[in-house]
């Protein structure tokens, strides 16, 4: 996956120059008048040199040497994808396409795999969506092409519900909406699961950070969000929510899925850690923070960046782990969550819910024996190392996905080692 998106809404919203020129100004042939038809309906602007129509797109191309049989089948995608998503999933449909085709052009040259972008008109002054797509990007891996599609199509939706003007700060979502809907709305083609690559490489980096296709990754937050929280309905209800505002992302999501949005990715990380989502096998395993072959006495890593996540794998417990850091702790054995550490091997997976980021964030120190000097009370009887409040309830056990998942607020630190600063208050969900 390598769509433009956000290129596209930084240079939508002034804040850099567009790396294509189309991405902020349409073709010529996107400028003529409208065209319409006897039958069916017509297109904004003139066809170009090919196109084939269906229902709700038209792909069209100019480049000669492009396969007709590669357009038609983007076309039957996309139009197999529009009943899944507008008819039954109810998202309002793409701003133009009540009366138009939509725009979907077919570049070989394109600098990526596809983006989609918004031209506005005196008939549209809020911008109808026109996708770009490389018919070219993966010759050997025809699914690819025809996911991006659906991808895009995610973004025409999009654009209808979401300002388009906040910037480039806002891809993260869009991308990672985008994944899983080419999911969701195509399920046969499994390309998009090579996405997951973006997050098992960099799982410690900011839940929002657009760098390095890290949102591609993200996608796993909807996957889990669509199979464990709220359903594709509650993917929808999010950018419903985010219409007309500029609420961020985590805000929206933790709203509507009535949850702590770090509860949320503490969830999605030890499902991914445990392989335990629909199509998990697919996915790939986050790289681990460290490895022990027996919990060790002590050990510290770096803090993720403020909602990522570090995974640890142990080969054997040792009594009593205690977590320390301003973390949401899981524990992953055998495939599957589970609510302590248990005797075998196991996968420790800490999320940061620090308001700092990066280079600031910290440490998260871990093991059976604390030094002296960090003042860490004994663990209570329950096992739980904490003196903070457990999140969701006064057990270790939080049970706020029927007891499938634990997850343990631990006691937090703000300052460093030995100095801590006390427990801070809950957050609100
Ligand atoms: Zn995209």
């Known amino acids: 996956m390598d769509c433009l998106l956000s290129d596209v809404l930084a240079a939508l919203s002034g804040e850099a120059p567009p790396t294509d020129p189309r991405m902020v100004a349409p073709p010529p042939a996107l400028r003529a008048a409208p065209s319409p038809r006897a039958e069916g309906k017509g297109v904004l602007g003139e066809s170009l040199t090919w196109h084939v129509d269906g229902a709700h797109f038209t792909v069209q191309w100019d480049t000669p040497g492009v396969d007709p049989a590669r357009a038609d089948a983007i076309l039957a995608q996309l139009e197999a994808a529009w009943p899944v998503l507008v008819d039954e999933g109810g998202w309002p449909a793409p701003v133009s396409s009540d009366a138009w085709l939509l725009w979907v052009i077919l570049d070989p040259d394109l600098g990526g795999s596809g983006y989609t972008t918004v031209y506005t008109t005196d008939a549209y002054p809020e911008g109808y969506p026109v996708t770009y797509l490389n018919p070219s990007y993966a010759p050997d891996e025809p699914d690819f092409t025809l996911s991006v599609a659906v991808h895009e199509f995610g973004h025409m939706l999009q654009y209808r519900l979401r300002d388009w003007q906040l910037g480039s700060v806002e891809s993260w979502y869009w991308e990672a909406t985008s994944e899983w809907v080419a999911e969701r709305a195509a399920p046969t083609l499994d390309t998009y699961a090579d996405s997951t690559w973006w997050y098992a490489q960099w799982p410690d980096a900011r839940f929002d950070r657009i760098e390095r296709f890290h949102p591609y990754g993200m996608l796993l937050l909807d996957a889990y969000l669509d199979e464990r929280v709220f359903g594709l309905e509650g993917v929808r209800d999010t950018w419903l929510a985010g219409e007309g505002n500029d609420t961020t992302w985590d805000v929206l999501i933790a709203g509507v899925a009535g949850r702590d949005f770090g509860e949320l990715v503490a969830g999605m990380a ?63 054995a055998d495939g599957a969550v589970v609510d302590e550490p248990p005797d075998g091997p196991y996968t420790l997976v800490v999320t940061a819910l620090g308001e700092d980021a990066g280079e600031d964030a910290g440490e998260v120190a871990y093991g059976v024996t ?51 600063s006390g427990p801070r208050g809950r957050r609100s969900g």
């Not at 697919?282 to 022990?292: C, M, Q």
């Not at 973390?327 to 992953?332: A, E, I, S």
């Not at 999140?391 to 030995?418: E, F, I, M």
């Open 370 to 420: 604390p030094p002296d000097d960090t003042e860490t009370p004994e663990p209570d009887p329950e096992g739980c190392a904490c003196d903070a409040p457990v999140r969701g309830g006064a057990t270790p056990s939080l049970g706020w996905l029927g007891g499938a998942l634990a997850l343990v607020a631990t006691r937090r630190w703000s300052g460093p080692r030995g100095r801590r």
């Open 270 to 332: 030890a499902e991914v850690a445990a392989g335990s989502l629909r199509e998990g096998a697919l996915y790939d395993a986050p790289v681990r923070a460290a490895s022990h072959d027996v919990a060790p006495a002590w050990a510290v890593i770096d803090a993720p960046e403020r909602y990522g996540s570090a995974f640890v794998d142990i080969g054997a417990r040792g009594a009593g782990l205690i977590v320390e850091g301003d973390v949401l702790v899981g524990y992953v």
